[in-house]
């Protein structure tokens, strides 16, 4: 198990940019990273051509000097490799490694990502000054982590590209009759007869080919973590006793494979920017931790980037409440992270995120920001029990939701019979669900061992393999809780409807057969003999073995099932065939939660209530947070980390407050 604290600390701190600053504002950086008790400085993230001025020529003398300043001062670094943005002297140099867009257009150098991932110069170049830093700063001390590169993430195409497809092809299909059949091209006259004919899917006359479109997406995210894996293995070699990661921005980037990214790293480290503020933003926040920890299968977990004060919605940045800092930070805790990083430490004066939330901002110590910043230090740094192995593993969940990036890349697919088809709204939708009932969830893969869980949900997975149909057939024969959304299992992994019948994949396992897919529009609901109110879609299912749970009573599936329960061996596979409103589908997850025999991990837990338990060492940490605007009762035995105040039974959690209880009843 790696471990990422030091002395009994969490990690707490930021991206720091002392290459943007005079050395006399590095002393006072320091003065207030000791006032607000940070821990970690992540650094070079951006700095490329800082370190590299020209080709081959570099200047560590900066960086030397930063990363002495900040050890003397009891401060570890996370030591980033800048390889996210090159600098102008190597676009100069290397036209051919700027990304060309999928309209063919080729970018020139002006922002960040300027970068071509199968462009020979640019991989290169990545090697090269990963080489530089690992060998100068491997066995520094103040070393605490790699971070290798920024938000994997750039698509490209173009001849390079092309070239890299192709032969990642040849390894898939060994043949090109296995690749035709695979993609369809009987279709619209698209059979190919020499692999030299297959281009990477670039802007066209019409529709695209989706199992083309399909392929690509998955070779671009191996492209990715082949980029990474270069890397790893450079750092391996100057540094191999030190934990690396790279950050995940979640949780809207679909450019890469989560599950593989996260099991090439020592830890997984994640960007999580949460896009409303109060409750509705504790539920966002409690989805990325947990997609963080359960991408993690184990590993330890990281906070990396988060925003300090500010929540980005469209057109402006809105400051955030006041004590949403502390709340937000302790909800990641709560959730595994090893600490809470930020981007950023201080506030640029320049530059394209000059208002970019960080922990000092523009106005300096002497603003509501940084004393709340002080304020989370000194709470993080009452939590140094937490840092004790096994850290970070949170009680077993019982819930899980199934994360399978096929389907998620199929979504984007303009073949679909609607356009509101959604694959990471409809699971998120569900988690949050979920959470505001007080539950807590795992994310699996439907190939994944699911034998520890009572209730599994499959919201919208359109793509397939008879291989995860039949481990949910398992799963639910053995005495498990399934629900499955429309849709799902209507394609194979090449992107092939599943003849007979749509979600024909699942269909034996529900005991239905779905004859006619009925999409609705913008504004359009049906109603259900329940009360329901369903929108999006809608199906007429027929009935192999299942029976209804709820029909139709209104739309072109009139009197037809809406939802399906079917009993197959010990346990329960249900069907909803439309976009439950909320109240219904709150309604349906309280009915399967309760025959899978789940309940909250504490009395009184949800509807704003936050209640998880963190296990280190030998103990269980309950953590209540009152996200609401109520006070709540909840129940604890055992003495709270921050007051030393002492529960045995009910206890009230008041708006806004944070409890982190050590029990002296284990769970």
Known sequence: MVDLTRNGRLLFGGDYNPEQWPEEIWLEDIRLMKQAKVTTATLGIFSWSSLEPREGVYAFEWLDRAIDLLWAND???????????????????????????????????????????????????????????????????????????????????????????????????????????????????????????????????????????????????ELLLDCYREQIAILRETSPDVP??????????????????????????????????????????????????????????????????????????????????????????????????????????????????????????????FREVVELGAFIDQLGDLSLEPAGRVNGRRVAIVWDIDSWWATESSSLPSDRFNFQAAVRRVHRALWFLGIGVDFVRPQDDLSGYSLLLIPSQLVATPEQATNVRRFVADGGEAVVWYFSGTFDANLQIIPGGYSGMFAETLGIRVEELLPLADGESVQLDNGAIGTVWSESVQLRGAEPWAHYTTGFARGGPAVTHNAVGSGHAYYVSTELDDAALTALLVMVLAEAGVEPDARGAGGGLEAVRRRAGDHSYLFLINHGNEDRWSTAFGTDLLTGSTYEGSVLVVAGAILVIRESINN
């Not at 001849?159 to 090109?176: K, Q």
């Not at 790279?246 to 494979?257: E, G, K």
């Not at 937000?328 to 090893?338: E, K």
């Open 75 to 221: 401060i570890s670094v996370v030591l980033a490799t800048p390889t996210a943005s090159p600098p102008p002297w190597f676009t100069k140099a290397h036209p051919e490694a700027m990304p060309v867009t999928r309209a063919g257009v080729r970018l020139v150098h002006g922002s960040r990502d300027t970068y071509n991932p199968a462009a020979l110069a640019y991989r290169e170049a990545a090697r090269r000054i990963t080489r530089a830093i690992g060998d100068r700063y491997g066995h520094h001390p103040a070393l605490q982590g790699w971070h290798v590169h920024n938000e994997y993430g750039s698509v490209s195409y173009g001849p390079a590209v092309d070239e890299a497809f192709r032969r990642w092809l040849r390894e898939r299909y060994i043949d090109l009759a296995a690749l035709n059949r695979a993609w369809y091209t009987a279709f619209w006259s698209q059979g190919y007869g020499d692999w030299d004919e297959i281009l990477a899917p670039q802007q066209t006359q019409y529709l695209s080919n989706p199992a083309h479109e399909l392929d690509f997406k998955r070779f671009s995210a």
């Open 244 to 369: 690396l990661t790279t950050n995940f921005i979640l949780s809207t980037w679909l450019n890469y494979n989560h599950w593989e990214l996260a099991a090439a790293s020592d830890f997984v480290s994640i960007d999580f920017y949460l896009d409303a503020d109060g409750v509705e933003g504790a539920a966002h926040a409690a989805f990325g931790a947990d997609q963080a920890r359960s991408f993690a299968q184990g590993r330890p977990w990281l906070l990396m980037e988060q925003a300090a004060n500010a929540t980005v919605k469209p057109g402006r940045i809105v400051a955030k409440p006041r004590g949403e800092i502390l709340r937000t930070t302790a909800q990641h805790i709560a959730y595994g992270s090893q600490g809470a990083l930020f981007f950023q430490w201080r506030a640029g004066l320049g530059g394209s995120e000059a208002f970019h939330s960080t922990m000092v901002p523009h106005v300096g110590e002497d603003s509501r920001v």
